[in-house]
């Protein structure tokens, strides 16, 4: 089983839909989670941390359930501009060499 | 701001030939990393360095080699290329004991 599962889609969307994707992880242990979006052919680049009582950034939610071990992203009103791929990564002991990431869930936003 | 510049871009080798690509951040940051990225497999850390003088090996360190020159410059080495090497690589930097990371803009690379 891998360390941080998450369902590479395609998820295609319409422009406006709201679109929710979940990220599972094997370690009970981890101790802080973030999600990173990666444009095609791009870096990627930190999106949004995940705190264990959820938190918000504009049209994005990110939310944390430790007794099940997932992690959530809604994304709100989507835009054309938010077509990327999202990574969930984990963070097993709070140091950068312990991020473990996600293959990534591809996003695609149709007008 | 140039961030996480790494070279080259692009790459095409021989199988047992060697390369190294380079990687320089300009934000002062202690700790450099190393990760390779294949289809279906998300990033895989292959080498990091916490702070100058110090490497240790990721998940995937298998003929592979670092080397953290500098403050600024973290390389990564490939002895004798192999077809299974073929993947897009990317260097990153981040603060000590921060979690954010700032990511180069990755280079190809093939092995026939």
């Known amino acids: 089983r891998k360390e941080v599962e998450q369902d590479p889609g395609p998820f295609n969307v319409p422009e406006g839909a709201t679109v929710a994707f979940n990220c599972t992880y094997s370690?009970?242990?981890?101790?802080?989670f973030f999600w990173y979006r990666q444009d095609c052919r791009k870096e990627p680049k930190l999106l949004m941390s995940?705190?264990?009582s959820g938190n918000e950034d504009g049209r994005f939610t990110a939310q944390l359930n430790r007794a099940s071990q997932y992690i959530s992203l809604l994304i709100r009103d989507s835009k054309l501009s938010d077509s990327a791929t999202y990574l969930c990564?984990?963070?097993?002991?709070?140091?950068?060499?312990?991020?473990?990431f996600g293959q990534g869930t591809e996003l695609s936003v149709k007008p | 701001n140039a961030g996480v510049t790494q070279t080259p871009k692009f790459q095409v080798l021989k199988t047992g030939q060697s390369m190294t690509l380079q990687c320089a951040q300009d934000?002062?940051?202690?700790?450099m990393y190393w990760y390779r990225q294949d289809p279906g497999m998300g990033l895989r850390l292959i080498y990091y360095?916490?702070?100058?003088?110090?490497?240790d090996k990721g998940e995937v360190p298998n003929g592979y080699n670092v080397s953290r020159l500098n403050k600024r410059e973290f390389s990564l080495r490939l002895e004798s290329a192999a077809p299974s090497q073929t993947s897009v690589y990317f260097c990153?930097?981040?603060?000590?004991?921060?979690?954010?990371?700032?990511f180069g803009s990755g280079t190809q690379l093939s092995v026939l």
């Open positions: 370690n009970s242990a981890s101790q802080s």
């Open positions: 360095s916490a702070s100058e003088g110090t490497t």
């Open positions: 990564v984990v963070n097993k002991n709070n140091q950068g060499g312990k991020l473990i």
């Open positions: 990153a930097s981040s603060e000590v004991g921060a979690e954010k990371l700032f």
């Open positions: 934000m002062n940051h202690n700790s």
């Open positions: 995940v705190y264990s």
